[in-house]
Nanobody, 116 residues
Framework: QVQLVESGGGLVQAGGSLRLSCAAS????????MAWYRQAPGKQRELVAT????????YADDSVKGRFTISRDNAKNTMELQMNSLKPEDTAVYYC?????????WGQGTQVTVSS
């Protein structure tokens, strides 16, 4: 089992920044792919970005490219999402995800609210 705990969400004005963190209960070196997802009110959960064990990144949505940066520190067992130039449409609950031995594990989510 992998326990994931997100932190860093909050309320920010449009154009502001937030940094989300995800702490894993096991050695992150054993986790291949980690990801951030988000779910806006009334919408399905969607992939934001992924990062491999070696640090290769992929951003699923063009709307976050250049504004969001995903990173991980295997030594500290943490993953982060730096979000800059936030827009009201970025408002959502953000979830940390880990793919470990072909099973998906999720954090409880952290709310990000961007006011216009």
């Amino acid at each position: 089992q992998v326990q994931l705990v997100e932190s860093g969400g909050g309320l920010v004005q449009a154009g502001g920044s937030l940094r989300l963190s995800c702490a894993a209960s096991i050695s992150m070196s054993s986790i291949n792919t980690m990801a951030w997802y988000r779910q806006a009110p009334g919408k399905q959960r969607e992939l934001v970005a992924t990062i491999s064990r070696g640090g290769s990144t992929n951003y699923a949505d063009d709307s976050v490219k250049g504004r969001f940066t995903i990173s991980r520190d295997n030594a500290k067992n943490t993953m982060e999402l730096q979000m800059n130039s936030l827009k009201p449409e970025d408002t959502a609950v953000y979830y940390c995800n880990a793919l470990w031995y072909n099973s998906d594990f999720w954090g409880q989510g952290t709310q990000v609210t961007v006011s216009s």
